[in-house]
């Protein structure tokens, strides 16, 4: 089993920048990913990115494209997501999850592991 562990969430104000780190240990595998979803209240989870741990090939949603990056740090088994220019429609839950062997799927059921999620509020 593999465990991961976000943090970084919190408030910030539009227009403003926030990064969130996900620590993963536990099993490892020889090809997966690991990426973010999203969750706002009252709607389904939704992927925003996500990154291949061996080649470090990156994924984005439409929605988030030029303002988040996603990158990787292989010595400390972690993956962030660096949030810029940000929106009251970035508000929502985000989660950390892994997805074991290619491709990315974008549907959330189809991913294998899942941290506890950290709240990001954009205010206005």
């Known amino acids: 089993q593999m465990l991961l562990e976000e943090s970084g969430g919190g408030l910030v104000q539009a227009g403003g920048s926030l990064r969130l780190s996900c620590a993963h240990s536990?099993?490892?595998?020889?090809?997966?990913?690991v990426g973010w979803f999203r969750q706002a209240p009252g709607k389904e989870r939704e992927f925003v990115a996500a990154?291949?741990?061996?080649?470090?090939?990156?994924y984005y949603a439409d929605g988030v494209k030029g303002r988040f990056t996603i990158s990787r740090d292989i010595a400390r088994n972690t993956i962030y997501l660096q949030m810029s220019n940000m929106t009251v429609e970035d508000t929502a839950v985000y989660y950390c999850a892994a997805d074991i062997g290619p491709p990315i799927e974008i549907a959330a059921s189809l991913w294998d592991y899942w941290g506890q999620g950290t709240q990001v509020t954009v205010s206005s």
């Open positions: 536990g099993r490892t595998f020889a090809n997966y990913a």
């Open positions: 990154i291949y741990w061996s080649g470090g090939s990156t």
